[in-house]
């Protein structure tokens, strides 16, 4: 049972400035800032464990600057890390650190293994791609070198992702904000991932486009049994996707539990002051 | 028989930081058992700390002390105040499921996949689930018209129907039911007991609260009686 | 009186002085040791501008040497003006034979083009390249490209021929399709017609690619593998001049220019210059044709 993860994160941490000994422990929560009195160096994400298990949904809450995006932008090798280990089930079973994989490996990991969608479209797309060849990007990074198997494909996800197919070869530039991140979605599932970080996937939008954006989100969990870790700074985001919460604050984890125990009865202050927020 | 759950020296305190650090204590000195498939009725006035035990065990609260040890269908022993994450999640996914005393859905999903979605979890196909959702609806009669609509536009009684087919439908091992035959008419509440008693036959323990004294008669057999947080006296209705 | 040394003596042998020469056929040797790696080179300054082939008159007048019969090359000509003053320039400066017979030629020059007729092991072609980097047209960053070189990343060059595919319904978009060099490095063969691309392949001659304006020297060694990036069901294919014969030598298998005249009616010629010299005089030199898969 206690080996059955799909993630393993241990004492994950990332400074920005210098990591001089004993900054981690003048930051956080404690001293309501995650910026170091002495050197000035910033401690993002400060020594973060997790488990995360196959088909679980994950979220990560707290405020702007809690360190949360930081968190899966280092999960998906888009920032380095100061220190902490990731072990991840398809690779090696498990029993090797994903940080000290070869820079070819990670990109193995990140295009085969993993998806990401991001908060702004922009960090996920291509706009001088057309969305089909968004798609098709993630599914050549994997190896498919046939067009017609491509263009099958492509259609498929974006009729998954309820994008109109008649737009496949229009560049998502001239997309509305819900449909490009239905797009970034469709690109970031193309290969079937295990894994799918979704960081702020539904922040920049209306809430007609963010409702539907979420139904497509929990539509595609239940059918594809992914695993995945949700970020938001919304309550109402994490308690419709997730069936686990960990609650941020100053790069450290505040409260950790069920989600509907995080939403009914929080532990900490801080948490209490984001669900007496909600309403 | 076994007992499924005992519950040993339960306290639950809520601590509010946002409100100058106040306390409330909810639940005092809770011991109590449930025997496998029994019906144990819970009792009280409101805000005497039903729904809060309750939400304990299903573990929606996090309890301060005590200990609550639960056996689970293979055999375990897991005491659900101090269990992870992943245990409970496990327990919820396979054999505990909880009826609010309130419908609390996602939205934007159709009353009939709302219920059955709790069979799909549990590895049936969407049809099946679908087909057996649709015979519970027609015994709790709701209107057919209604299966495919959103429960958020449903009155009071309708929701609570779909509540219950959705903690029923998947004959859960351990059943815990808040309220289950208010704002019902007497025909429907009979059905919605009918089909509880059926299945206790069926083995699945049931903790019930209710202020309904004709559910309580037909349903339960035992019951405990809380007064501020502290059990009184257990009543054992024949 | 200062006495200006410099402009008493007349210039170095080939132009460029012996220390940038070395240089320059070290980075060559680099180049060729790793087939289709980019290789950074000092690009030394020539009385000609950046962007007019001083990247292959460096690898030339690097090679060169008085026993040598070079050719020059503009777009399959030998009679372009630029084709000219290059073949003058060379020659003034190293004595080196000059012909427009490709047979004959150690070291050929070009632009545009690789010739029709066979080259041989004795050969040196030298193409001058505009630039150099194949990923460039993807991402801006020269610092990012040389990692995805590092790494091989190659799926965004995989999805601008997907979308000339989708846009146009052939991978082929414009001159220089992207080629993978030796199974490792994509890299540009210059803007070549498609119709040259397949005589890279596993050819008997060294290739060498120089741009003088990128600084970057890149190579294909003989008999390396060198496939034109295609899809499984999708191939790449070269220029079909198909019902077309050279309007002067009646020929066809060549490469074609389409000629306008001032009634605007068109005739095809044969674009490499000595190819149709050749054609007109004699027998058909050796060619290596392509046959476009189905």
Known sequence: ?279 | MGSLLEIVDLEKRFELHILNEKEIDALHDVSFDVKEGEILALTGKSGSGKSTLMKCIYRTYLTTSGRMIYRDGQGAVIDLASATEHEVLRIRRTEMTYCSQFLQVIPRVPAIDVVASGLVARGRSIEEARRATSVCFERLSLPAELWDAYPSVFSGGEQQRVNIARAMISRPRFLLVDEPTASLDITTKDAVIDMLLELKLAGTSIILISHDEHTLRRMSDRSLHLENGRLKEAVVYA | MIENLKFQHSFNYAYIDEFTKKEIRRKTLKAVCIPGYQVPYSSPEMPISRGWGTGGLHLTLSLVGPDDVLKVIDQGSDASVNACNLRLFIKEMSNCAVTFDTAEATLIQTRHRVPEEILTEKQILVLQVPQPEVLRGVERHEAKTRIMHGEADYAKIWVTLYEAYVRSGTLRNGAGHPIMVNGRYVATPSPIPSWDVPNLNKARCLYLFGAGREKRIHCIPPFTRVEPLEFEDIRFKVEEFVGVRCSTSGQDKAFMDQVYADDLSSSYVINDSNFLDKLRKGPRPPQKLFTNPE
């Open chain 1, 1 to 279: 049972m206690n080996n059955n993860w799909l993630l393993r994160v241990r004492n994950l941490t990332k400074i920005y400035g210098e990591a001089t000994p004993g900054v981690l422990e003048r930051t956080g929560p404690k001293f309501d800032t995650n910026i170091c009195s002495r050197t000035g160096a910033v401690v993002a994400v400060n020594g973060i464990s997790f488990d995360l298990y196959p088909g679980e949904v994950l979220g990560v809450v707290g405020e702007s600057g809690s360190g949360k995006s930081t968190l899966v932008q280092m999960l998906y090798f888009d920032q380095e890390v100061t220190a902490g280990e990731v072990n991840f089930k398809p690779i090696e079973d498990g029993n090797v650190n994903l940080f000290e994989l070869s820079n070819q490996k990670k990109r193995y990991v990140r295009n085969h293994l993993m998806g990401m969608v991001y908060q702004n479209p922009r960090d996920g797309l291509n706009f001088r791609f057309t969305s089909g060849g968004n798609i098709a990007e993630k599914l050549l990074m994997a190896n498919v070198f046939n067009v017609g198997k491509i263009r099958i494909r492509g259609a498929d996800l974006l009729t998954k992702t309820e994008v109109p197919i008649q737009r496949m070869d229009e560049s998502p530039a001239r997309f509305s904000g819900g449909m490009q991140q239905r797009v970034q979605i469709a690109k970031a599932i193309a290969n079937n991932p295990p894994l799918l970080l979704l960081d702020e996937v539904t922040s920049g939008l209306d809430v007609s486009v963010q409702a539907k954006v979420l139904d497509l989100i929990r539509g595609l969990q239940q059918d594809l049994g992914v695993s995945m870790i949700v970020v938001s700074h919304d309550l109402g985001v994490i308690r419709m996707l997730t069936d686990r919460t960990m609650v941020l604050k100053h790069g450290q984890i505040v409260e950790q539990g069920l989600t509907d125990q995080i939403l009914q009865d929080p532990q900490h202050g801080y948490t209490q002051l984001l669900v007496s927020s909600l309403l």
